[in-house]
């Protein structure tokens, strides 16, 4: 049995040895003819671009001076040009290519392989490798025969055909040949029972690693890429090395291109960059996150982009140290907050201060201790049009004073609607002399009729005003509140009998001038 078995496979091996030789020597001819075309390729481009039929009958007639090439048909723009009347029979087509357009094709150029040849050379050189093939394994098969047939050839051979069907990682294991419980063979057995049984263990735990690892790297690869806020990993100079794409569609609303650095911590991008730096390193000092909230810099100054910052800086296990930066855009709520604060702060019908807004400005200034002069007015005979010519008219007359006092005050000053149909003027660092200008000229210019175009009226309205100090008159608010109310309402007591006093100064102001 082991000889037929051995002559057998001497046989078959001889057969496939044959076969294998003979398609080797099949590919070497066709891969013959790829390289022939890549010879003539670009002559052959120059032929079909310019459409010269007898270049293109070199390249053909040239292609079948070798013995591989039996026929050569070179086709563009409508001509054909082939080396002789044999029929293609499995030629191989190859695409011209234009020159200076790589991506168009302006011909095609088949070659036909000269079969007979190229099996005639093949059988030749596989009849004569398959000779040298048999007589290697006759000697092997004797040898083999009466050497290693009992005491090798045969437990190998059974030991072999079990590893071949054994599945690493699987629970199938050798069994011991008979009479080699303690040779050389059976000890080879036990020990790849142990190694089977040591990578059925190891490829369990690696199942199990891979299984949690595909799984925890799908959830990074989801909370990374799909998260809305950019998230960018740099070196502490500067250098980029991993980014998500909500990062790229950030930088595209910043009118930016990607760069491998911005700088350190992404410094170029933000409108203030020590602001930046200087938290983030308050932060490191104290082993804390940085976090804080700062303005990109966009193309277009009114439209202004916030971002909440975070960083923490990553320690890798070579002691690298890196920057983890994140975005969050805060933009929306930015301008809500705005939004709101101006609501808090301003009068929504004469878009001045309200009366939130000017006890913040005066708290401030009492704060910093810098000087100014409140001026509270109230409007003359204001009622009267709002009741005879309604509520409509009234605010039409309280947005025309809004505006006359914008124009009446210096860019330093700063006015409101108190409530009703009184306003508060805040004169910085005025004296009476300024004070009283500044009145003088706000209720020349509301004394003016206005026209009421509903009716067709003219109307005409006046004020009273009262002056109070810091520090000079008090440094209590309250107190100067209480003060200029008086003195408007002394004020408002003459104004029909004395139209032109039409402002006070806070008594204990007037007491000390006139002691002087």
Same mark, same amino acid.
């Given at each position: 049995?082991?000889?037929?078995?051995?002559?057998?496979?001497?046989?078959?091996?001889? *057969?496939?040895?044959?076969?294998?030789?003979?398609?080797?020597?099949?590919?070497?001819?066709?891969?013959?003819?790829?390289?022939?075309?890549?010879?003539?390729?670009?002559?052959?481009?120059?032929?079909?671009?310019?459409?010269?039929?007898?270049?293109?009958?070199?390249?053909? $007639?040239?292609?079948?001076?070798?013995?591989?090439?039996?026929?050569?048909?070179?086709?563009?723009?409508?001509?054909?040009?082939? !080396?002789?009347?044999?029929?293609?029979?499995?030629?191989?087509?190859?695409?011209?290519?234009?020159?200076?357009?790589?991506?168009?094709?302006?011909?095609?150029?088949?070659?036909?392989?000269?079969?007979?040849?190229?099996?005639?050379?093949? *059988?030749?050189?596989?009849?004569?490798?398959?000779?040298?093939?048999?007589?290697?394994?006759?000697?092997?098969?004797?040898?083999?025969?009466?050497?290693?047939?009992?005491?090798?050839?045969?437990?190998?051979?059974?030991?072999?055909?079990?590893?071949?069907?054994?599945?690493?990682?699987?629970?199938?294991?050798?069994?011991?040949?008979?009479?080699?419980?303690?040779?050389?063979?059976?000890?080879?057995? +036990?020990?790849?029972?142990?190694?089977?049984?040591?990578?059925?263990?190891?490829?369990?735990?690696?199942?199990?690693? +891979?299984?949690?690892?595909?799984?925890?790297?799908?959830?990074?690869?989801?909370?990374?890429?799909?998260?809305?806020?950019?998230?960018?990993?740099?070196?502490?100079?500067?250098?980029?090395?991993?980014?998500?794409? !909500?990062?790229?569609?950030?930088?595209?609303?910043?009118?930016?291109?990607?760069?491998?650095?911005?700088?350190?911590?992404?410094?170029?991008?933000?409108?203030?960059?020590?602001?930046?730096?200087?938290?983030?390193?308050?932060?490191?000092?104290?082993?804390?996150?940085?976090?804080?909230?700062?303005?990109?810099?966009?193309?277009?100054?009114?439209?202004?982009?916030?971002?909440?910052?975070?960083?923490?800086?990553?320690?890798?296990?070579?002691?690298?140290?890196?920057?983890?930066?994140?975005?969050?855009?805060?933009?929306?709520?930015?301008?809500?907050?705005?939004?709101?604060?101006?609501?808090?702060?301003? $009068?929504?019908?004469?878009?001045?201060?309200?009366?939130?807004?000017?006890?913040?400005?005066?708290?401030?200034?009492?704060?910093?201790?810098?000087?100014?002069?409140?001026?509270?007015?109230?409007?003359?005979?204001?009622?009267?049009?709002?009741?005879?010519?309604?509520?409509?008219?009234?605010?039409?007359?309280?947005?025309?004073?809004?505006?006359?006092?914008?124009?009446?005050?210096?860019?330093?000053?700063?006015?409101?609607?108190?409530?009703?149909?009184?306003?508060?003027?805040?004169?910085?660092?005025?004296?009476?002399?300024?004070?009283?200008?500044?009145?003088?000229?706000?209720?020349?210019?509301?004394?003016?009729?206005?026209?009421?175009?509903?009716?067709?009226?003219?109307?005409?309205?006046?004020?009273?005003?009262?002056?109070?100090?810091?520090?000079?008159?008090?440094?209590?608010?309250?107190?100067?509140?209480?003060?200029?109310?008086?003195?408007?309402?002394?004020?408002?007591?003459?104004?029909?009998?004395?139209?032109?006093?039409?402002?006070?100064?806070?008594?204990?102001?007037?007491?000390?001038?006139?002691?002087?």
């Amino acid at each position: 049995m082991i000889g037929f078995a051995s002559v057998a496979i001497g046989f078959l091996s001889t *057969q496939l040895f044959y076969r294998l030789t003979f398609n080797q020597e099949v590919d070497i001819a066709t891969q013959s003819i790829e390289s022939l075309f890549k010879t003539v390729e670009a002559t052959a481009a120059t032929a079909a671009y310019l459409a010269e039929q007898d270049l293109a009958q070199e390249v053909v $007639d040239g292609l079948t001076t070798n013995e591989v090439v039996d026929n050569v048909v070179m086709s563009f723009e409508g001509n054909s040009v082939k !080396a002789n009347d044999k029929p293609l029979l499995d030629a191989v087509t190859f695409p011209i290519v234009s020159l200076f357009e790589p991506d168009r094709a302006i011909g095609q150029l088949q070659i036909a392989p000269n079969i007979d040849y190229i099996e005639t050379r093949a *059988q030749q050189l596989a009849s004569e490798n398959s000779k040298a093939m048999i007589m290697q394994a006759v000697v092997v098969t004797v040898v083999a025969i009466f050497v290693a047939f009992y005491l090798i050839t045969r437990p190998m051979i059974s030991i072999a055909r079990a590893l071949h069907k054994t599945n690493p990682g699987g629970r199938s294991r050798l069994s011991v040949p008979d009479f080699h419980g303690n040779s050389e063979l059976g000890i080879l057995v +036990r020990d790849v029972n142990k190694l089977l049984d040591k990578t059925e263990s190891q490829f369990s735990q690696e199942r199990k690693l +891979r299984e949690e690892i595909e799984v925890l790297e799908k959830r990074f690869r989801m909370l990374f890429e799909k998260s809305i806020s950019p998230i960018i990993l740099i070196e502490p100079r500067g250098n980029i090395l991993l980014y998500n794409s !909500a990062f790229d569609q950030t930088l595209s609303k910043l009118g930016l291109s990607f760069r491998k650095s911005f700088g350190p911590l992404l410094e170029e991008l933000f409108v203030e960059p020590e602001a930046l730096s200087e938290s983030v390193e308050r932060a490191f000092a104290n082993d804390e996150i940085a976090t804080g909230e700062f303005r990109l810099r966009t193309t277009d100054a009114s439209e202004s982009m916030w971002v909440q910052v975070i960083v923490t800086s990553i320690i890798s296990e070579d002691l690298r140290e890196y920057y983890q930066i994140t975005l969050h855009d805060i933009s929306k709520r930015k301008r809500e907050l705005d939004v709101l604060a101006y609501q808090a702060d301003f $009068d929504k019908l004469t878009k001045l201060n309200n009366r939130q807004g000017l006890e913040k400005h005066l708290h401030q200034l009492i704060k910093e201790e810098k000087p100014f002069t409140l001026v509270l007015m109230d409007l003359n005979w204001f009622k009267q049009v709002n009741d005879i010519y309604g509520h409509k008219s009234g605010d039409e007359i309280l947005i025309f004073v809004a505006d006359k006092i914008k124009k009446a005050i210096r860019p330093t000053d700063l006015a409101g609607r108190w409530g009703g149909d009184e306003f508060v003027l805040i004169l910085n660092n005025a004296n009476q002399t300024l004070t009283t200008q500044v009145v003088e000229r706000l209720v020349r210019l509301i004394s003016k009729p206005y026209y009421l175009r509903k009716f067709d009226k003219n109307v005409t309205i006046g004020a009273s005003a009262g002056a109070a100090s810091f520090p000079t008159d008090s440094s209590d608010l309250q107190a100067l509140l209480h003060l200029a109310d008086q003195a408007m309402y002394q004020a408002k007591e003459v104004k029909e009998t004395c139209p032109d006093d039409f402002l006070r100064f806070a008594q204990p102001l007037i007491t000390e001038e006139e002691h002087v």
